[in-house]
């Protein structure tokens, strides 16, 4: 039996309903394929707990992956207030799944107890991919993916986001097989005959100097080259700025700095030169420093990147599926069972009603192939070797290919 992922998307007035529906769609789709993997995406205004129970009864219990998010879609279309979900069929793929809480006290333990739960090597599938999903207002994005990289070892690639909750703030979910838990982290290791492959781009270029950040406190900066972050902030965007017709000593309050900040990011210094990982500061405070949504280390060295070319961030996410389908075509596949986007939320609040031009662009690149996205509060890709893989305002995906054997 080849690979194959079929999907379904579906609203309701409950989120029971909701589900059904889109599991439905996808079994038709699935035919009399068993399933061997539920991945599950849900709106916020429905009862989680209820989205899982309906999908595991309906699927046979099957394991299942997922996590509130901020917008779901699929090749069908994009939309807000659904559940999306993806049906995986494989006997070139096993599927182990594992669930931890407490990622946002002591991530470390978290991580640690889920590699417990999970095979370290499955013979005769010797290719392995980690989908890794955490809670997305625990701040710890950049602290899982590093610790990931390190305590699941070198051979491993990873990919994943931090669950959503429509831009509410509030609370977010990760579901893993009956469970919907906040404050947690949960990983779906795919083992497989063959390998599986990866992307990731973002839309910003850099506007600024290189800068350091002098003060920092977790995922607060506080001074930037000896200054205070949003003073220096200033000095540095102040021109770009103008050309865009914004007086940047004009923006006062902290509504309007974060207003600022959607199109004016921090770009993290890599080790390949011009590349960048993106960090969005998600708010402001009265004194002037900047609230991301990870950790930022002090010392790091960055840019100030301006994201307000939408036809760049449109073409990211082209970037993203052509850079995995490169790396399959490298490696001898051309036919694909389907795509997995990790799609930042912020890339919708940007692209507004230009976001299903972004989704349309990954059809693009793999015209026909199943598709299952949702929009995330931080996404992570990390192949093996990669050390940093944590990013914000980026697209990633994985391909999975449809048969174990390479053309």
Not at 239 to 254: C, F, H, M, Y
């Amino acid at each position: 039996m080849v690979t194959t992922l079929t999907t379904g998307l579906c609203d309701g007035e409950n989120g029971a309903l909701a589900a059904k529906g889109a599991v439905s769609q996808a079994k038709e789709k699935l035919g009399r394929a068993r399933i061997d993997l539920s991945i599950v995406y849900s709106s916020s205004k429905y009862d989680y707990q209820e989205v899982v129970d309906v999908v595991r009864e309906v699927t046979g219990n099957a394991p299942l992956i997922g996590a509130s998010t901020a917008g779901e879609f699929t090749e069908a279309g994009v939309d807000k207030g659904h559940v999306a979900v993806g049906l995986l069929s494989s006997d070139d793929i096993k599927v182990f799944t594992a669930i931890s809480e407490g990622v946002k006290e002591d991530p470390e333990a978290a991580i640690k107890e889920v590699i417990a739960k999970l095979p370290d090597r499955v013979k005769g599938y010797p290719n392995l991919t980690a989908i890794l999903i955490a809670d997305g207002l625990s701040g710890m994005g950049e602290r899982v993916a590093l610790l990931a990289s390190y305590l699941f070892g070198r051979g491993l690639r990873i990919v994943g986001g931090m669950a959503g909750d429509d831009f509410k703030m509030e609370k977010t979910i990760v579901f893993s097989d009956d469970n919907a838990c906040t404050d947690a982290i949960g990983v779906c290791l795919l083992a497989s005959k063959m390998p599986l492959f990866t992307g990731v781009k973002h839309g910003h270029t850099p506007v600024s100097r290189k800068l350091k950040a002098t003060r920092t406190e977790c995922n607060v900066l506080y001074e930037i080259n000896n200054m205070p972050a949003w003073v220096a902030w200033k000095e540095e965007t102040a021109e770009s700025a103008r050309k865009a017709g914004i007086d940047v000593n004009q923006l006062k309050t902290p509504a309007e700095i974060a207003q600022f900040c959607a199109n004016s990011q921090l770009g993290l210094a890599t080790e390949k030169e011009g590349e960048y990982k993106i960090r969005w500061p998600v708010s402001a405070n009265e004194d002037g420093s900047l609230n991301f949504t990870c950790d930022i280390a002090e010392g790091a060295i960055f840019r100030i990147m301006d994201g307000s070319n939408l036809e760049d961030q449109i073409d990211a996410a082209e970037g993203a599926a052509m850079m995995a389908r490169q790396s399959a075509g490298d490696a001898g596949y051309s036919e694909f069972a389907g795509i997995l986007v990790f799609d930042c939320a912020h890339r919708q609040l940007m692209l507004g009603d230009k976001f299903p031009e972004s989704v349309d662009r990954y059809k693009k690149v793999l015209p026909g192939v199943p598709l299952l996205g949702w929009e995330t509060y931080g996404e992570i890709r990390l192949e093996p070797g990669q050390f940093s893989g944590f990013h914000n305002t980026t697209a990633v995906v994985l391909l999975l290919p449809k048969g174990g054997n390479a053309a």
